[in-house]
């Protein structure tokens, strides 16, 4: 029997997508000789995807429809995707057309090589090149650096990947991408392959450039809980013993001035200023990687969803 897809698109305010994206999906999936469902998360849309994807789901009842409460934002909405999937094999893609269903069996071609996780690279992205493109891929070679999993695109909904590597992993916030880094730290065999990328032509990118920023912190947190999580002392005492030397060092500097040379930074502000803004910026991202400990905690230990499902269709088993 070979392995079953799941195909798992997250939706907000897609009214125009989704005929045609079924349409493309069911041309696709129907001739690969895979068992498959569609799983369609609509993530509280304001608009007609509501309805829609419910048609298709009367019509089609490989198409199961988990709606979400409110608008919880994408990676949320995959991880409600990822939590209603039967498939051995998932499959994560976007559902406004950016990404083609024409290159899935691309990636299960990988997948047939023996990689764990493939992740499509756009090669050519079609977004706007100043607002996008360009800090995403900034973002991709600082990720590529951190994490020591070298892909172009983590950013890239379409991916594949065998259930068993996100068994275990709760997403929030942006983490849907560092779904391979994930995967390769616990030893699975990552890879990549170019896909096309489309143009947006019904609705509007739900995102600009302060994505690119959400992204980085997160990267923060994934590489810090990485490697400091069970002994944060390293890195706090560490820094301490850093920052009471630095200020030794300042005062033993400014005290051989003011004996051997007669000369006083006392009297200006400057000095002070820059130990002090240094230091209180230091202090303010260490305080948010507590904070983002505190939030790991909260969401993972209480068991507590990252989404509220509405209703769904189609998903009695
Ligand atoms: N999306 C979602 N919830 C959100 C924002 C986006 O489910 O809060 C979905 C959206 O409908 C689309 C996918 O996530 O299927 C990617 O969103 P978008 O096209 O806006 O992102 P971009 O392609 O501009 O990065
Ligand atoms: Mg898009």
């Known amino acids: ?13 897609e009214e125009d997508n989704i005929e045609p994206l079924y349409a493309k999906l069911d041309a696709v999936l129907g001739s690969l000789g895979h068992p498959y469902e569609v799983i369609l998360v609509n993530d509280g849309s304001t608009d007609d995807t509501r309805a829609r ?21 994408q990676t949320p909405a995959m991880m409600a995707g990822i939590d209603a999937a039967r498939g051995d094999i998932l499959i994560p893609m976007d559902g406004d057309l ?13 997948l ?44 890239c909904s379409l991916k594949a990947y065998r259930r068993d590597i996100i068994k275990g992993v709760k997403l929030y ?39 690119t920023l959400k992204v980085i912190l997160d990267l923060m947190t994934v590489k810090f809980l ?7 002392m390293y890195l706090f005492g560490g820094f301490g013993l850093a920052s009471i030397a630095l200020s030794m060092l300042f005062f033993v500097f400014m005290l051989y001035c003011k004996i051997f040379l007669n000369k006083s930074f006392i009297e200006t502000p400057l000095p002070l200023a820059v130990v002090m803004f240094m230091l209180i910026g230091i202090v303010a991202v260490f305080m948010g990687l507590i904070a983002e ?6 969401h993972e230990s209480q068991d507590k969803p990252t989404y509220i499902v509405d209703c769904t269709r189609n998903c009695k088993d």
Do not use: C
């Open 293 to 298: 400990i505190l939030m790991r905690t909260y």
């Open 173 to 211: 916030g942006e983490m849907h991408r560092f779904i391979p880094i994930h995967a390769a730290w616990q030893g699975a065999r990552v890879t990549e392959v170019s896909v096309t990328h489309h143009p947006r032509i019904h609705g509007a990118s739900k995102y600009g450039i302060e994505r």
């Open 53 to 73: 994807i419910d048609a298709v789901a009367v019509r089609d009842e490989v198409v199961r429809v988990v709606h979400l409460r409110r608008n919880f934002g």
């Open 112 to 155: 047939d090589e023996g990689f764990d996780v493939v992740s499509g690279w756009r090669k050519d992205r079609k977004d706007n090149p100043i607002k996008r493109n360009l800090p995403s891929r900034m973002a991709n070679a600082l990720i590529s650096f951190i994490s020591g999993v070298r892909l172009h695109d983590y950013g």
């Open 226 to 232: 990485d490697k400091y999580a069970q002994k944060p």
């Open 98 to 110: 950016q990404n083609d269903p024409a290159d899935i069996p691309k990636l299960l071609a990988k």
């Open 1 to 13: 029997m070979p392995d079953m897809l799941s195909i798992i698109i997250p939706l907000y305010n």
